[in-house]
T-cell receptor, first 115, second 113 residues
Framework: GQQLNQSPQSMFIQEGEDVSMNCTSS?????WLWYKQDPGEGPVLLIA?????ELTSNGRLTAQFGITRKDSFLNISASIPSDVGIYFC???????????????FGQGTILTVHP | DAGVTQSPTHLIKTRGQQVTLRCSPK?????VSWYQQALGQGPQFIFQ???????QRGNFPDRFSGHQFPNYSSELNVNALLLGDSALYLC????????????FGEGSRLTVL
């Protein structure tokens, strides 16, 4: 089945540093989404990408949809302590096929920010 | 505008028991999906409901079943609980069953002893 490889698995950074994480797949996705999950809570949507090559920003977050539609990356600039959490990429097929709406998630990147 | 709400937030069951989890979607959403998230893992798709029907199903046994009501709320039922069913069960809603942005609830933490 489809799998997403997310890296790195964990990151330990100093406050103010920039962060980059990525996600690759053996399959093509039509939509890439990035979520953040805090302990004991559900994932919160950060950014949604709908077109190959698309670069989208949300405050200090920037994400790109890879040209091959098999990868995506997320950058966080000038990290702050509240950026701590687990970041998940998720791919979705929503044009043709039989997997409408289903999300396939990566394993997550655990981000720790030292003040 | 209420987001996705789930109940209960925590529950403990023993092996062989049955459990029902409930979800109310975000206002204006008509599609509900359920995901299972084991500790340290990303969420895994269980199934999706739209127009009160199961539209898609992930790789989960028939012990996992669901229902969607006319008001779009949904239930997840798990029968004959196993220790391995211990997980965070997440409900997600969207406004288009074909895809787009999914919004998640805070989850129901199930512990099977």
């Amino acid at each position: 089945g489809q799998q997403l490889n997310q890296s790195p698995q964990s990151m330990f950074i100093q406050e103010g540093e920039d962060v980059s994480m990525n996600c690759t797949s053996s399959s093509i996705f039509n939509t890439w989404l990035w979520y953040k999950q805090d302990p004991g809570e559900g994932p919160v949507l950060l950014i949604a990408l709908y077109k190959a090559g698309e670069l989208t920003s949300n405050g200090r977050l920037t994400a790109q949809f890879g040209i091959t539609r098999k990868d995506s990356f997320l950058n966080i600039s000038a990290s702050i302590p509240s950026d701590v959490g687990i970041y998940f990429c998720a791919g979705q097929i929503n044009a043709g096929g039989t997997s409408y709406g289903k999300l396939t998630f990566g394993q997550g990147t655990i981000l720790t920010v030292h003040p | 505008d209420a987001g996705v709400t789930q109940s209960p937030t925590h529950l403990i069951k023993t092996r062989g028991q049955q459990v029902t989890l409930r979800c109310s979607p975000k206002s204006g959403h008509d599609t509900v999906s359920w995901y299972q998230q084991a500790l340290g893992q990303g969420p895994q798709f269980i199934f999706q409901y739209y127009e009160e029907e199961e539209r898609q199903r992930g790789n989960f046994p028939d012990r996992f079943s669901g229902h969607q009501f006319p008001n779009y709320s949904s239930e997840l039922n798990v029968n004959a609980l196993l220790l391995g069913d211990s997980a965070l069960y997440l409900c997600a809603s969207s406004g288009d069953w074909r895809g787009g942005e999914l919004f998640f609830g805070e989850g129901s933490r199930l512990t099977v002893l």
